[in-house]
């Protein structure tokens, strides 16, 4: 530990780490800093400067990493975390973001899950082309050149804002994952080796108990106790019915 004008800071190397060894792709950093809540203004407005506060503090905590989402603050929360780190150097951090929602202008727009909106509306699209440019917007509000990760966000059946959506959705991910995204070398490795049975993966895994208990605990977030059986059932069935009918050839 070190001292940071009277704060106590800790090194990077001093908090878990992954081993580098699993064959997909894992940050260096086991823990990292989210973006939704605070940076994006989830539960109360927050200044900037309170924002910069906190994402000081979790870098004298050693915290390297760090996850973002066009749609955590209507583009808000990359805006800070990219202002944060505009006097770091690359290699001294990692950041993820998301795709699925394309953000536009559009004054006076309000969300009630993000307060003080900055006054952009979000559009859902997993197309190809909608990813490639998700990312070059979210390049651009961080002001940075390359992203270590890029999830896909919210495709799933419980989404309620998306509806039916997700299964046409489903469709593009092939597609999205063909684009080069980021200039990072690490990435384009981690595409070429890693994603290539990515299809038959996900067909696989959402057939398993994990995923059917993943279900179940995320309608049990969402629904009272009394229809928990009813609609992770529901959910259940949607999937395997989709399983059935996908007539796509991984290999």
């Not at 990359?78 to 001294?92: K, M, N, S, T, V």
Request: glycine fraction near 8%; aromatic fraction near 12%.
């Amino acid at each position: 530990m070190a001292s940071n004008g009277g704060a106590t800071t800790t090194a990077p190397a001093a908090l878990p780490t992954n081993d580098g060894k699993h064959p997909r792709y894992r940050p260096q950093q086991r823990y990292g800093y989210g973006g939704a809540i605070a940076l994006g203004n989830a539960r109360r407005p927050m200044s900037n400067a309170q924002a910069q506060q906190l994402m000081q503090a979790a870098w004298d905590a050693g915290i390297r990493y760090y996850d973002t989402s066009p749609w955590y603050g209507l583009g808000l929360s990359e805006q800070r975390i990219g202002y944060f780190l505009a006097d770091r150097q690359p290699q001294e951090y990692e950041i993820s973001s998301k795709t699925g929602r394309l953000l536009h202008a559009e004054p006076g727009y309000s969300h009630d899950n993000w307060q003080d909106a900055v006054g952009f509306r979000y559009e859902y699209d997993y197309s190809a082309s909608a990813t490639r440019r998700s990312v070059e917007d979210s390049l651009q509000r961080m002001g940075v050149s390359s992203l270590d990760l890029v999830f896909i966000h919210d495709l799933s059946p419980d989404n309620v804002d998306l509806g039916d959506g997700w299964r046409e959705a489903l469709i593009h991910c092939p597609a999205a994952r063909d684009f080069a995204l980021v200039t990072s070398a690490r990435f384009e490795e981690f595409c070429a080796s890693g994603l290539d049975g990515l299809d038959e993966v996900a067909h696989d895994y959402f057939g398993t108990d994990r995923c059917r208990d993943i279900i179940r605990w995320k309608v049990a977030s969402l629904f009272p106790e009394h229809e928990v059986d009813e609609y992770t059932e529901r959910f259940w069935d949607l999937i395997q019915q989709w399983r059935a009918t996908d007539t796509s050839d991984p290999s």
